[in-house]
């Protein structure tokens, strides 16, 4: 596949980070004589001005089949979770790691010279020399996902706290965690967000993966209060946000995703939080739904205990999502699924974590990712070729027919 190169200039002398440049990265040569030199008055002696390098920012095509991973920006900036990754990466068929942009803190994990960001003061250097850590990752065909947690932003919220969800008083309103949320409908804001995706690309990201795209869903729901509604529904602003972000995005080039509420796969309305499955599907390349087992109810779908039998909750889950999909003119591809990989509602072990992928793979839904915040993998989980896609090719062309095995 064709790769994307991005220079950017950088004013500064050239950084080493060690096995982080790539082998065939371009170097600056110079000749010496031809440089300009500043007189300096007491010794009359020549100086070199600072070199300017160019940085190669690089960029890889999303593979067919993405199998992933999830790191904090914290980790992926931390050599013992680098070397982790690396092991991962080394011994299993991920082709893909997810890393924070910026978390429900509003920190955004990278320095950049980007006017607004450092207007807002947001961003932290979670991720020293990030150019070059991610060329080392794409020179070994690792595909680079930025979760971009979107109207949770706890520094945002510190700054302005005019955008905020507000209570019935005009306090900051937070949820169960102590978090406070920007106002969705609140488009100054959309804007900033749109600035951090490109930013993020810029840096090296391959896509941009959006997250906390809806309405708060938990907390003192009985004590909040909308400031930029404007007569609109929830599901009416997060369409409209949607619209905005594609809009955007594709001018800029530049792959996009959701994560959605896991039991939007299967909900006729917008859970009160203003997702809904058929309004997102045009406007991001991938959907993501967080079908984490463990998050639904007891007895959902007659299921008694959803986190101890994971691989129904997926196959359940997933082929209404993958039959709304494909009624509204989409296929497979556009799927993929976050798998479970941590314990809450039973204790996650490889046959669990695979009973999901399989589930995942029998609907002919190639691509997951696997989420647990400890980022303690079932490595075994990750080797794709012991599985047994047994109707990968005809499950989608029966679900096509409206005539699900």
């Known amino acids: 596949m064709r790769k994307q190169l991005l220079v950017i200039t950088i004013v500064g002398s050239i950084m080493t980070a060690g096995y982080f440049f790539l082998p065939n990265e371009a170097t600056t040569e110079f000749d010496s ?68 942009i910026k978390d429900y803190t509003g920190k955004i994990g990278f320095k950049t010279d980007n006017v607004l960001i450092n207007e807002v003061g947001s961003s932290e250097e979670r991720i020293k020399n990030i150019e070059e850590y991610f060329n080392y990752l794409h020179s070994k065909n690792i595909y680079i996902i930025g979760r971009l947690a979107v109207f949770q932003d706890t520094h945002y919220v510190n700054k302005y706290p005019e955008v905020a969800v507000k209570t019935l008083d ?36 391959d896509e941009i993966n959006f997250d906390y795209i809806r309405f708060p869903s938990d907390g003192n729901m009985k004590d909040i209060s909308y400031a930029h509604m404007n007569g609109r529904t929830r599901r009416d602003v997060m369409k409209s946000f949607y619209e905005f972000l594609n809009k955007n995005m594709k001018e800029a080039e530049i792959t996009h995703s959701a994560d959605l509420f896991g039991l939007v796969t299967t909900a006729t309305d917008d859970l009160g939080i203003g997702q809904y499955l058929e309004d997102a599907l045009p406007n991001f390349d991938y959907i993501m739904p967080m079908v984490y087992p463990s998050h639904f109810a007891d007895g959902w779908y007659n299921v008694p205990k959803p986190g101890k039998e994971p691989g129904k909750v997926i196959r359940l889950s997933m082929e209404k999502a993958l039959e709304r999909t494909i009624t509204a003119g989409y296929d497979a591809t556009k799927l993929r ?45 990750l080797q794709i070729d012991e599985y047994k896609i047994k109707k990968a090719e005809t499950q989608t062309e029966s679900l096509s027919e409206n005539k699900l095995e």
Do not use: C
């Open 170 to 205: 005009g306090k900051v309103w937070r949820d169960r965690k102590k978090i406070p949320w920007v106002e969705a409908g609140n488009e100054e804001y959309w804007n900033y967000i749109l600035e951090v995706a490109k930013e993020s690309y810029k840096i090296g990201f």
């Open 33 to 100: 004589q031809n440089l300009k030199s500043e007189v300096v008055s007491t010794t009359q002696q020549e100086t070199e001005k600072e070199i300017v390098p160019e940085k190669i920012i690089t960029h890889i095509e999303t593979p067919e089949n993405v199998i992933g991973v999830y790191f904090t920006n914290w980790a992926a900036g931390t050599k013992s979770y680098q070397d982790k990754l690396e092991n991962i990466i080394d011994t299993t068929d991920v082709n893909t790691v997810v890393i924070d």
């Open 337 to 381: 699924p976050w798998i479970q990989d941590f314990d809450l509602g039973a204790i996650y072990t490889e046959q669990l974590v695979k009973d999901q992928i399989q589930a995942s793979l029998d609907l002919g839904i190639k691509s997951f990712i696997l989420w647990d915040p400890a980022i303690k993998y079932q490595l075994g989980a």
